[in-house]
C-alpha cells in the first residue's frame, strides 16, 4: 500500500511564501509522476504541478509561475514552493503519486489525506 503524506500547510499572509512537502512511502522511481493538487472550497479539485523521476515538471493553468515542483528522489519526498501567496491560493493542497504502466488504463492514483493552506489578506 502506498502513503503519501503532506505537511507545511498552514495560515500565512498575501505576499509570503510557503512550502509543501509531499513524504511518500515507496521509491518515486516506481510512479509515472507526483503531484500537486489543490481545492478551494465549492470549487473542483485542480492540477497545480507534478514531477517526473526524472526531473520533467508539468505545471496547471492556475500556477501563473507563482509555484515550482521539485522531487527529492534520495529522500521519497516531493516539494511544493509557493511564492507570492494570494487569498485566492487558499484551498486544501492535496499530493497524488500515480503508478507507472505500460497501458494508462491501468494506472492508479495514491492521494494523501491534504493539508490546509489559508492566505490572509
Known amino acids: 500500500q502506498v502513503q503519501l503524506v503532506e505537511s507545511g500547510g498552514g495560515l500565512v499572509q498575501a505576499g509570503g511564501s510557503l512550502r509543501l512537502s509531499c513524504a511518500v512511502s515507496?521509491?518515486?522511481?516506481?510512479?509515472?509522476?507526483v503531484g500537486w493538487y489543490r481545492q478551494a472550497p465549492g470549487e473542483q479539485r485542480e492540477l497545480v504541478a507534478t514531477v517526473t523521476s526524472g526531473g520533467a515538471t508539468n505545471y496547471g493553468d492556475s500556477a501563473g509561475g507563482r509555484f515550482t515542483i521539485a522531487g527529492d528522489n534520495t529522500k521519497n519526498i516531493v516539494y511544493l514552493d509557493i511564492y507570492r501567496l494570494k487569498p485566492e491560493d487558499t484551498a486544501v493542497y492535496y499530493c497524488k503519486a500515480r503508478t507507472r504502466t505500460l497501458s494508462p488504463k491501468y494506472a492508479r492514483d495514491y492521494w494523501g489525506q491534504g493539508t490546509q493552506v489559508t492566505v490572509s489578506s
Open positions: 515507496r521509491s518515486i522511481d516506481v510512479f509515472s509522476y
